[in-house]
């Protein structure tokens, strides 16, 4: 069972509002970078700093160990969130900002529907309505047929499935290894999953580039470390509905920065996916259930 979270809902909404400011500096940044460096390069030399900073955390768990029945789990979503965050990496510098941010509120949505067909999970009729309002919510975003869905629409909807069934994983393997060994062993993994398919489109970064993908794993860090201690200081139905001021600060960077029009159906679209997912997670605790809805934010780089 894990901890339940403190009643201090100012904190945790503190907490969650740095988190995603954070993971908006990150998008800013990897959106900044372009398309100069090949995506499987860019996520392996961001995590490959991430790596360096969770060192200490790696250590200690190659200290304590692995129980045998997690490693094969830990293996598989490694190679899930390898395939999520190449997936990713191509998106954000092809996609605007906040269509992005939009598509990404499906990691929730992938997470439910997988619960119930891999997990055994039930879901009563009003979630699965719910998963639908999402559904067309992604579709109003996307716009088939009235505009060119391009490779990056696609990646980052890539992106959401493979993010959602790494988090699956994690829950199956947050019984067996403490969160913080998790976090360091998915580092390590995606780093050397990374590392073939960098190699084969290699290269070679300027210092500038270097310098910009280490703010990204800097911020990435962060804000996973503020994302804990959200969770820590307050239960999810409060701490949630902050994640989704993301999608604004997103659209407002996107204009403002990098001269992206502000899309009124990604906002509609995108509002219809929050509202799905701020839905089914007051359900779960109004039911007190075991947590099955994570925070999008749960399945960031």
Same mark, same amino acid.
């Given at each position: 069972?894990?901890?339940?979270?403190?009643?201090?809902?100012?904190?945790?909404?503190?907490?969650?509002?740095?988190?995603?400011?954070?993971?908006? &500096?990150?998008?800013?940044?990897?959106?900044?970078?372009?398309?100069?460096?090949?995506?499987?390069?860019?996520?392996?030399?961001?995590?490959?700093?991430?790596?360096?900073?969770?060192? *200490?955390?790696?250590?200690?768990?190659?200290?304590?160990?692995?129980?045998?029945?997690?490693? *094969?789990?830990?293996?598989? =979503?490694?190679?899930?969130?390898?395939?999520?965050?190449?997936?990713?990496?191509?998106?954000?510098? =092809?996609? *605007?900002?906040?269509?992005?941010?939009?598509?990404?509120?499906?990691?929730?949505?992938?997470?439910?529907?997988?619960?119930?067909?891999?997990?055994?999970? %039930?879901?009563?009729? =009003?979630?699965?309505?719910?998963?639908?309002?999402?559904?067309?919510?992604? !579709?109003? +975003?996307?716009?088939?047929?009235? =505009?060119?869905?391009?490779?990056?629409?696609?990646?980052?909807?890539? /992106?959401?499935?493979?993010?959602?069934?790494?988090?699956?994983?994690?829950?199956?393997?947050?019984?067996?290894?403490?969160?913080?060994?998790?976090?360091?062993?998915?580092?390590?993994? !995606?780093?050397?999953?990374?590392?073939?398919?960098?190699? &084969?489109?290699?290269?070679?970064?300027?210092?500038?580039?270097?310098?910009?993908?280490?703010? !990204?794993?800097?911020?990435?860090?962060?804000?996973?470390?503020?994302?804990?201690?959200?969770?820590?200081? &307050?239960?999810?139905? +409060?701490?949630?509905?902050?994640?989704?001021?993301?999608?604004?600060?997103?659209?407002?960077?996107?204009?403002? +920065?990098?001269?992206?029009?502000?899309?009124?159906?990604?906002? &509609?679209?995108?509002?219809?996916?929050?509202?799905?997912?701020?839905?089914?997670?007051?359900?779960? /605790? %109004?039911?007190?259930?075991?947590?099955?809805? *994570?925070?999008?934010?749960?399945?960031?780089?």
């Amino acid at each position: 069972m894990l901890p339940q979270p403190d009643n201090n809902p100012l904190s945790g909404i503190a907490w969650m509002l740095v988190t995603g400011l954070s993971f908006v &500096a990150v998008n800013a940044t990897v959106r900044h970078l372009g398309t100069d460096l090949p995506a499987a390069e860019s996520a392996f030399i961001r995590f490959a700093f991430g790596l360096l900073f969770l060192g *200490p955390s790696l250590v200690l768990g190659f200290r304590a160990g692995l129980p045998r029945a997690a490693i *094969p789990l830990v293996l598989g =979503r490694g190679a899930l969130h390898t395939m999520a965050v190449m997936l990713w990496f191509f998106a954000m510098a =092809r996609i *605007p900002l906040a269509e992005v941010t939009a598509i990404g509120y499906l990691n929730p949505i992938v997470v439910t529907a997988g619960a119930a067909l891999f997990l055994g999970e %039930q879901i009563a009729l =009003r979630r699965m309505t719910a998963i639908g309002v999402a559904l067309v919510g992604a !579709v109003i +975003v996307l716009r088939p047929g009235m =505009r060119e869905i391009l490779p990056g629409h696609f990646a980052q909807l890539g /992106a959401a499935l493979f993010f959602g069934l790494s988090y699956l994983i994690a829950k199956r393997l947050s019984g067996m290894v403490r969160p913080v060994t998790l976090v360091a062993f998915l580092s390590l993994t !995606v780093t050397v999953g990374l590392a073939p398919f960098a190699a &084969a489109v290699w290269v070679p970064p300027t210092a500038e580039q270097t310098f910009w993908l280490a703010i !990204v794993a800097a911020f990435a860090t962060f804000g996973h470390y503020a994302m804990m201690r959200a969770f820590a200081a &307050a239960p999810l139905t +409060v701490t949630q509905p902050v994640t989704f001021l993301q999608l604004v600060w997103a659209t407002l960077l996107g204009a403002l +920065v990098f001269g992206e029009p502000v899309d009124p159906y990604v906002l &509609a679209g995108g509002g219809m996916i929050i509202a799905a997912i701020s839905y089914m997670t007051l359900r779960e /605790a %109004q039911l007190r259930r075991r947590v099955t809805t *994570p925070a999008p934010e749960a399945a960031k780089i």
